[in-house]
């Protein structure tokens, strides 16, 4: 708010503790703001509030796994600051508009330390951290709205030396596929400079992700450009070995002890696990359900196979889904124990997943219980070998496969309600009847 003084958010501080341990680091029993002085438009008070000197977390490190195997990338700190807002570029007109809207939005940067080597491993250690986040709770991590946003500093040397060259700083990376497509364009660029002879200049770049290029914004500044001071209006921060436990307690289950779990409690498959713990909400929505019907392989099989169908459909992401854990558990029992056929659950479940109604309410009201009816289910399956002779044929011929069409067809004569066992069973009973005449 214009003219208002900073107060420091500790829920803010504890997230960013949280990410630190979780990110092997070492809290600061003492840590200050510094006030980082700049002239750009999206910030219009002139300096934005940040830890150069003394921050919250240091010395860290996460595991990331890459075809090679794995590899610890080592975090030189994790300080908090305040967000700047943004700049909307209109490319057509060459204008820029300015969004306040986050501006003074408490935020963490991650500051990694030069141990990536190529963009399979830079993806990798940001999926790893963004995963690692959303768990904590700490951000949704949405890199498409900005909540999770990276800035990639990159620069090449010649095979053999171990000097690292100059650097250059991308930004407005927007999705890891443009932040894949920026590394090796910048890469590109640094080599064939190196190569006609020219110097790779420090710089800050912009990506166009639509023309595939970069250029130049502004030259790189160094810490003494910015003019840091301690920040007046913020007092030194403090923070307790007891209140570094109590947010260490409070660590929930994270992607890499989860996916352990799910095989040895719930033995799933090393492949469903990795599934549905590889989105926040996949877990969350197998835990909860799960937990009212104790179906464990046929919750993930239905997460796995129908819930990603209609979601790529949708062209929705996880954190999307709306439907109760309730009505899902429901569904899964009504199919489970065949109370409704296979064909009828996923359509039921389609209206689940854009309504979340009830399904047992809805199978009830629309008739839509499997059919166990043996008389109706004879009758039905006498008039489809009556109107199907050639595959009546093609059975008594020895070709096995003729069943299922004629399977089908009574399915589709009962409307897909029919019990499936008991159809195949009537099937094979008529048609020896036939042999035997």
């Known amino acids: ?80 600051e305040e967000d700047a807002g943004k700049l909307v ?64 500093n990159l620069s090449v040397r010649v095979v053999g030396t171990k000097e690292l060259g100059m650097r250059t700083e991308m930004k407005n990376l927007n999705s890891f596929k443009a932040i894949a497509r920026a590394i090796e364009g910048e890469r590109a ?39 840091y001071f301690p920040e007046p209006d913020l007092p030194p921060l403090r923070i307790s070995a007891e ?42 929505l197998f835990e909860a359900t799960t937990a009212l019907c104790g179906r464990h392989k046929k919750v993930s099989n239905w997460i796995m196979v129908e819930t990603i169908r209609l979601l790529k459909e949708c062209g929705m992401a996880p954190d999307e889904l709306s439907f109760s854990p309730e009505n899902f558990a429901r569904l899964v029992v009504l199919a489970d124990s065949g109370t409704i056929t296979s064909t009828v659950a996923k359509e039921v479940f389609e209206l689940i997943f854009r309504d979340d109604i009830d399904p047992e309410r809805y199978v009830k009201e629309h008739g839509l219980a499997t059919v166990n009816d043996e008389d109706a ?20 011929n020895g070709k096995e496969k003729a069943i299922g069409f004629l399977v089908g067809q009574t399915m ?13 069973r009537i099937l094979r009973e008529e048609l020896q009847k036939d042999e035997n005449m």
């Not at 963490?108 to 399979?120: G, H, K, Q």
């Not at 959303?134 to 949405?142: E, T």
């Open 243 to 284: 209140w570094v436990k109590e947010v260490k307690a409070r660590q929930p289950e994270l992607r890499e002890e989860k996916l352990v779990r799910y095989q040895k409690e719930f033995g799933l498959p090393a492949y469903d696990a990795g599934i549905l713990t590889g989105d926040k909400k996949f877990a969350d």
């Open 89 to 152: 570029h209109d490319e057509q007109t060459g204008t820029s508009l300015v969004d306040y809207n986050r501006s003074g939005v408490p935020l963490i940067e991650i500051v990694s330390e030069p141990d990536m080597r190529s963009a399979e491993e830079v993806i990798a250690y940001l999926e790893k951290l963004r995963l690692m986040i959303q768990y904590l709770g700490a951000s949704d991590c949405k890199l498409n709205e900005g909540s999770m946003r990276a800035d990639v």
């Open 189 to 227: 660029r640094q080599v064939e400079l190196l190569e006609e002879g020219k110097p790779v200049i420090q710089e800050t770049r912009r990506w166009d992700d639509n023309i595939g290029t970069s250029y130049a914004m502004r030259s790189k500044e160094d810490a003494k450009d910015y003019r």
């Open 1 to 80: 708010m214009p003219g208002s003084l900073p107060v420091l958010n500790r829920q803010a501080v504890e997230y960013a503790m949280a990410v630190g341990i979780a990110a092997n680091c070492d809290i600061s029993n003492d840590c200050r703001f510094d006030r980082k002085n700049y002239f750009y438009p999206d910030n219009p008070q002139n300096y934005q509030i940040s830890q150069l000197y003394a921050p919250l977390c240091t010395d860290g490190s996460v595991e990331i796994k890459t075809q090679e195997g794995k590899k610890e990338i080592r975090i030189h700190e994790i300080h908090l």
């Open 412 to 424: 589709k004569a009962m409307r897909g309600k029919a019990n499936t066992e008991l159809v195949n």
């Open 377 to 396: 289910l004879y009758n039905a399956v006498r008039q489809v070998l009556r109107d199907n002779q050639k595959p009546v044929e093609d059975y008594h």
